[in-house]
């Protein structure tokens, strides 16, 4: 098995069928970057699309039909689980009912994604379902490096919205990280904005949108989730077996 592993995590695409094509246009930016740096995986980490519409999954489906490296999809607030089933039956990682929880083996670093949608709701939570079956997928591999991947901050940003609509049990979550200390990084999304928090002892990365930023609001009085001029982009999670991991930020 290789000693080096490059994960592209693209987040927030929310793809739409109203503009004109830019939302596609950045994923295959990101794509085509994860390409030149030599991803071996791409995971795209939720709000796939901007309203759950059947047309948005057509051209999502449509724009990663020939991805650089296996790309794999997770559920966003955005999302709508029964739609991504029906739009990727060769996804076949996804599970047949229920949460679209899955794990990513044969790559020297795990990949364990939790789907902590509420569907109908802007925020996350693991709930007793989520950190059970969190708990068993940790629990396969003791000591293979892990990348955790989840659609909300387990954290709190000190965002004035993004604290309402973040994971909501965050503290379960990380009761569950702190038991496996072969979890290396914690990547998650939904914040449209680059952050870095904790759980348990796994940092965690909060990836920007690849389409559009969001400014922050940590006092009353300023404004809420304005779309601001700050870079969309997607991460470059870099393994080796010598040297551990570093994540990147890439500019879109
Ligand atoms: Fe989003």
Redesign the pocket.
């Known amino acids: 098995m290789s000693g080096t592993f490059r994960l592209a995590q693209i987040s927030?695409t929310?793809i739409r069928a109203d503009d004109g094509g830019a939302a596609v246009a950045q994923l295959k930016r990101a794509m085509a970057q994860a390409k030149d740096y030599g991803a071996d995986v791409i995971l795209l980490t939720g709000?796939l699309v901007n309203d759950e519409r059947e047309d948005e999954y057509a051209l999502l489906a449509e724009a990663i039909t020939d991805p650089p490296a296996p790309l794999y999809l997770m559920p966003?607030n955005?999302d709508d689980r029964a739609r991504i089933r029906r739009t990727f039956p060769h996804h076949s990682y996804l599970p047949r009912d229920g949460a679209l929880h899955f794990t990513i083996e044969n790559f020297p670093v795990r990949i364990v994604a939790l789907d902590d949608v509420v569907p109908g709701e802007t925020h996350g939570l693991l709930r007793r379902s989520g950190a059970e079956w969190l708990e068993s997928a940790l629990s396969v591999e003791r000591t293979k490096p892990t990348i955790v991947a989840l659609h909300h901050p387990p954290f709190l940003t000190h965002d004035l919205l993004f604290d309402k609509i973040g994971l909501l049990d965050a503290e379960e979550f990380a009761t569950v990280v702190a038991r496996h200390r072969q979890v290396l990084r914690v990547i998650c999304?939904?914040h449209?904005r680059v952050a870095f928090g904790q759980a348990a002892h796994a940092p965690v990365i909060v990836a920007p949108?690849s389409s559009w930023t969001y400014g922050l609001a940590v006092d009353e009085g300023q404004k809420i989730a304005p779309k601001t001029a700050e870079q969309p982009g997607w991460v470059l999670h870099a393994w080796t077996h010598t040297g551990g991991i570093a994540s990147h930020f890439m500019g879109l």
Do not use: N
């Open positions: 927030d929310h709000d966003g955005h999304g939904h449209h949108s």
